[in-house]
């Protein structure tokens, strides 16, 4: 059954969306580096994960 476009007010509807923003996004310190990087993900600039060499080093 259809409902009416006026049942729920605009500030009730904003309130309900107020948790859908997204957030920021978490760093961590490298251990051997010092450098900043996302948890569970691959260090790109060693090529590291978990401690395990998974990649060849980016050359830069």
Do not use: C, F
């Not at 059954?1 to 997204?22: E, F, G, I, Q, T």
């Not at 691959?42 to 060849?56: M, P, S």
Request: without cysteine.
């Amino acid at each position: 059954m259809a409902v009416p476009k006026r049942k729920v007010s605009p500030s009730r509807r904003n309130m309900r969306r107020a948790h859908d923003s997204l957030g920021t996004n978490a760093y961590v310190e490298d251990k051997d580096t010092g450098e900043l990087k996302r948890p569970h993900h691959i260090d790109l600039k060693t090529g590291t994960y978990r401690g395990r060499q998974v990649l060849t080093p980016s050359e830069d």
